[in-house]
C-alpha cells in the first residue's frame, strides 16, 4: 500500500474532471485524476462525438436520398457498411481522446491512476482508496475532492426488460449491422437523434413515447420533429407506456406490450433501444462514510457554489443530477476549483443556458419558454415565425420548422427563443448573447443581420410582432 498526498484530488476523467484539473493546475496545485475505465468521459467516448459522427454520417445518407428535391440533382445511396462507419467512429473518437485528454494531462503534469476509488476515513478527515485492476491499493489524501463521475444510461423497471439484452445509447453505436427494425422507448434528446440516425442509416423505426416529443421544449417543437419523422418514415406513438417485454423465440428480436390510448398494443422489432434517461454514478464510491449526501436518483447534492455536505467534497457534471450538458460539466469543474481554492463563492446559474438536439433539422431553444413566461407572472407576447419566411430555408428547399420568440410585452425584451432549423444550435448561441445584452425585439429588428444567413430569421421573427412579415420583400 501507498500513500500520497495532494492540493486536489478527481474522481472521474470527462469534460468536468479536466476542467477542474486544468484551473487547479493554472492555481499551481498538486492534482491527481482517477478513474476506472477509458480516459475521456462519456462525451468524447460514448457521448457527443460518437454519436454525432454517426448522425453528420446518416445525414450524408440522407441527403443523397433526399436529393430530388434540388431540380437536376439526381443522386443514390446503397446499403451501409456499418463495420466500416463504426470503426470510422471509433478511430476518430480515439484521435480526440488521445489529442484532447490523454496528451492534454500530460502537458499539464498531474498524476493519473487507474483505478475504483472509494471513500474511506471521516467526515473530518476524507481520504481515498484507490484498488487498481491487479488488486494494488493506494491510499490518497488531498485537501480538497471533486467527484465527477457522470452519469449512465437508466432503464425503467419494466417487466422481462433485463432479460432482452435491449440496446442504451451508448451500445447502439457499437452494433455491426443496422436492424431491419428497431423499437425504441423515450422521447428526449437522445431518442430523437437515435430514432432518425438508425432510420436514415435504413432501419424502420418505432419510437413509444410517454408524453410528446422533447416535452420540456416548446409544443411547436414536438408538432415539428413528429412531422419531420412521419415524413422520413418513423413512426412515433404517443402516450404509450410499455407494461411488458420479451423475447421473440420466432425471430431472435423483441416483443413490447403498451397502454395506448385506454387499449393495449404489441410491437415487435429486431432491437429495442431504451432511451429513457440517465442516472448519476455514485454507487462504490461509499460516500456516506464521509458525510456527502445523495438524492433519490443517486447524485451528489450541493449547493449553488457545487459544495456537497461535506465542505472538502465537491461534485462537478452529471453526478450533481443537474443539467447533461459537457458544457455545464466543464464549467463546474472549474466553478468548483474556483471555489474550493480561493474563496470565490461564485454560484451556477442556468438562466440563459442553450439547449440543442441535433435532429435534421435540428433544435435550439435559449431562455424562457412562453409556459414557463407565464408560470412565472410575466405578460408575454410570443410570435411563431415559419420557415417559409425565412429566404436562407427557401434556398435550402427545406422550409420544415419555425422560429419562436417569447418576450415580455411591457418592455419587449426578448425572454426566450427557439428554433427548429437547419443550424438551429448556432441560433440558439446567437440567442445567448440577445437574452445576456436584455435587447427587446425592436433594437433587434434595428440591428445588422446578414441575407440569406439562418440567424437573419431571428431578426425577421422579431420583426413579426410590428409587421406582416408575408407582405416584406426578400431583405426588408
Same mark, same amino acid.
Given at each position: @500500500?501507498?500513500? %500520497?498526498? =495532494? ?12 476542467? /477542474? ?48 428535391? =434540388? ?10 457498411? @456499418? ?98 427494425? @428497431? ?9 430523437? %437523434? ?34 419531420? =419523422? ?58 456516506? /462514510? ?77 431562455? @424562457? ?108
Amino acid at each position: @500500500m501507498r500513500n %500520497e498526498r =495532494f492540493d486536489l484530488a478527481i474522481i472521474g476523467s470527462g469534460g468536468a474532471a479536466f476542467a /477542474a484539473a486544468i484551473r487547479a493546475r493554472g492555481l499551481g496545485k498538486r492534482v491527481v485524476m482517477i478513474e476506472r475505465g477509458t480516459v475521456g468521459g462519456t462525451c468524447v467516448n460514448t457521448g457527443c462525438v460518437p454519436s454525432k459522427a454517426l448522425l453528420a454520417a446518416a445525414d450524408a445518407r440522407h441527403v443523397a436520398l433526399d436529393s430530388a428535391r =434540388f431540380p437536376g440533382v439526381v443522386a443514390s445511396a446503397g446499403p451501409v457498411d @456499418m463495420p466500416a462507419l463504426i470503426g470510422g467512429k471509433a478511430a476518430l473518437v480515439e484521435s480526440m481522446r488521445t489529442e484532447k485528454y490523454v496528451d492534454l494531462a500530460a502537458e499539464y503534469g498531474w498524476a493519473m491512476v487507474e483505478g475504483d476509488a472509494e471513500f474511506t476515513g471521516s467526515q473530518n478527515a476524507p481520504l481515498l482508496q484507490v484498488t487498481s485492476l491487479g488488486g494494488a491499493v493506494t491510499m490518497i489524501e488531498a485537501v480538497h475532492y471533486v467527484v465527477a463521475t457522470g452519469s449512465t444510461p437508466w432503464a425503467p423497471p419494466v417487466p422481462g426488460l433485463a432479460e432482452t439484452g435491449y440496446l442504451t445509447s451508448t451500445t447502439a453505436m457499437e452494433l455491426d449491422e443496422v436492424p431491419d427494425t @428497431m423499437l425504441i422507448l423515450g422521447g428526449g434528446y437522445v431518442a430523437l %437523434e437515435q430514432a432518425q440516425l438508425f432510420s436514415r442509416l435504413g432501419a424502420r423505426v418505432t419510437m413509444l413515447v410517454r408524453s410528446r416529443l422533447t416535452s420540456r421544449e416548446e409544443p411547436e417543437v414536438s408538432k415539428a420533429l413528429a412531422g419531420v =419523422f412521419a415524413d422520413e418514415g418513423i413512426r412515433v406513438v404517443r402516450r404509450a407506456t410499455v407494461d411488458s417485454v420479451s423475447l421473440d423465440e420466432d425471430t431472435a428480436g423483441v416483443i413490447a406490450t403498451a397502454s395506448v390510448a385506454g387499449g393495449q398494443e404489441v410491437f415487435r422489432a429486431s432491437r429495442l433501444l431504451v432511451a429513457t434517461g440517465r442516472r448519476p454514478v455514485t454507487d462504490g464510491l461509499n460516500l456516506e /462514510a464521509v458525510g456527502v449526501k445523495t438524492g433519490i436518483s443517486g447524485g451528489i447534492v450541493v449547493d449553488s457554489r457545487l459544495a456537497s455536505s461535506n465542505p472538502r467534497i465537491w461534485a462537478a457534471g452529471d453526478v450533481t443530477g443537474h443539467r447533461e450538458f459537457v458544457y455545464v460539466a466543464a464549467a463546474h469543474g472549474t466553478l468548483a476549483v474556483e471555489n474550493a481554492f480561493t474563496d470565490a463563492a461564485a454560484e451556477v446559474g442556468y438562466r440563459y443556458l442553450p439547449r440543442v438536439t441535433f435532429t435534421s433539422p435540428a433544435v435550439g431553444a435559449v431562455g @424562457m419558454t412562453e409556459k414557463e413566461a407565464i408560470a412565472a407572472g410575466i405578460r408575454c407576447d410570443c410570435r411563431v415565425l415559419p420557415l417559409q419566411y425565412v429566404p436562407r430555408a427557401l434556398v435550402n428547399r427545406d422550409t420544415r420548422g419555425f422560429i419562436k420568440v417569447v418576450a415580455d410585452r411591457d418592455t419587449g425584451r426578448i425572454l426566450g427563443l427557439t428554433a427548429v432549423a437547419k443550424d438551429a444550435g448556432e441560433l440558439a448561441a446567437a440567442g445567448v448573447y440577445l437574452l445576456e445584452a436584455g435587447m427587446t425585439t425592436a433594437q433587434v429588428v434595428a440591428a445588422w443581420s446578414p441575407y440569406l444567413t439562418m440567424a437573419e430569421g431571428i431578426r425577421i421573427a422579431c420583426k413579426a410582432f410590428t409587421t406582416d412579415v408575408s407582405k416584406l420583400s426578400c431583405c426588408a
